[in-house]
Nanobody
């Protein structure tokens, strides 16, 4: 069993930055692919960024490429999402998730989810 706890969300003006963190319990954190997802009101949950267990594979959804950076520190059981040049369309509830499987953008491939942290970007 893995428990995930996100933090770092908040209210920021367009063009600003936030750094999200996701702390995981358990001793096998490096075995999991980790993903950041987001869900805006009335929309489906979508993948934002993915990182493999050894950080050798990283994926970004097109709208965030060049603005967001995913990273992980396996010694601290933590995955991060650095978000720069934030836009109002980035407003959503952001979740981290862990998967036993190969890195994937599909929500159904993830085994554990955090409760989410709200990111609100004002124009």
């Amino acid at each position: 069993q893995v428990q995930l706890v996100e933090s770092g969300g908040g209210l920021v003006q367009a063009g600003g930055s936030l750094r999200l963190s996701c702390a995981a319990s358990g001793r096998t954190f490096s075995s999991y692919a980790m993903g950041w997802f987001r869900q805006a009101p009335g929309k489906e949950r979508e993948c934002v960024a993915i990182i493999s267990g050894n950080s050798g594979y990283i994926y970004y959804k097109d709208p965030v490429k060049g603005r967001f950076t995913i990273s992980r520190d396996n010694a601290k059981n933590t995955v991060y999402l650095q978000m720069n040049d934030l836009k109002p369309e980035d407003t959503a509830l952001y979740y981290c998730a862990a998967s036993y499987r190969a890195p994937s953008a599909r929500t159904s491939d993830y085994d554990y989810w955090g409760q989410g942290t709200q990111v609100t970007v004002s124009s």
